[in-house]
T-cell receptor
Framework: DSGVTQTPKHLITATGQRVTLRCSPR?????VYWYQQSLDQGLQFLIQ???????AKGNILERFSAQQFPDLHSELNLSSLELGDSALYFC?????????????FGNGTRLTVT | GDSVTQMEGPVTLSEEAFLTINCTYT??????LFWYVQYPGEGLQLLLK?????DKGSNKGFEATYRKETTSFHLEKGSVQVSDSAVYFC?????????????FGTGTQLKVEL
């Protein structure tokens, strides 16, 4: 058990809808990362927060947004969903911003857009 | 930008065979290097890491050495077991702006048969 909790585990929704994915980091970790895993794109970095502030942005679509709250949990909001957004979304956390600090991953939220 | 290249899978081995999964990287500076493993239905788990040139990371019989001269971090295990069947990801940690993130390879699926 990595200590990172993601909810829900599965989400099935229709095109055009909006969903929210939730992540609770490991106790003591200040940094939260969101990744998208799909068969054709592999693991793509979306965004990183550290202690409530956005720190790095990757291939995140404008339809997607995220935030990290004062209690350090994070939410990823996906709107105007398209079929191509179907993927596994992982949250990870780490204790610091140092490159050597490993990421600890949750078990993911599987999003299916129909 | 940073990138990681892994050998394509699937790799199919008999139990007790020797395993090598090749990984090479492109990065500026001196990144930390990681191997993660993903079992079916689970998130990624840190397998091992190395933070500087010539470091050897090891865990559960797996080893990888940070080779700066060849920009490689190949994963090896002397005798694989059926329970090692999983997808293995090579990754590097890069600093970007005010944050840090992991860049992953495409993953290599390992199947170990009796």
């Amino acid at each position: 058990d990595s200590g990172v909790t993601q909810t829900p585990k599965h989400l099935i929704t229709a095109t055009g809808q909006r969903v929210t994915l939730r992540c609770s980091p490991r106790s003591g970790d200040l940094s939260v990362y969101w990744y998208q895993q799909s068969l054709d794109q592999g693991l793509q970095f979306l965004i990183q927060y550290y202690n409530g502030e956005e720190r790095a942005k990757g291939n995140i679509l404008e339809r997607f947004s995220a935030q990290q709250f004062p209690d350090l949990h994070s939410e990823l909001n996906l709107s105007s969903l398209e079929l191509g957004d179907s993927a596994l979304y992982f949250c990870a956390s780490s204790v610091s911003l140092q490159g050597a600090s490993p990421l600890h991953f949750g078990n993911g939220t599987r999003l299916t857009v129909t | 930008g940073d990138s990681v290249t892994q050998m394509e899978g699937p790799v199919t081995l008999s139990e007790e065979a020797f395993l090598t999964i090749n990984c090479t990287y492109t990065a500026t500076g001196y990144p930390s290097l990681f191997w993660y493993v993903q079992y079916p239905g689970e998130g990624l788990q840190l397998l091992l890491k190395a933070t500087k040139a010539d470091d050897k990371g090891s865990n559960k019989g797996f080893e990888a050495t940070y080779r700066k001269e060849t920009t490689s971090f190949h994963l090896e295990k002397g005798s694989v077991q059926v329970s090692d069947s999983a997808v293995y990801f090579c990754a590097l940690s890069g600093v970007t702006g005010g944050g840090n993130k992991l860049t992953f390879g495409t993953g290599t699926q390992l199947k170990v048969e009796l």
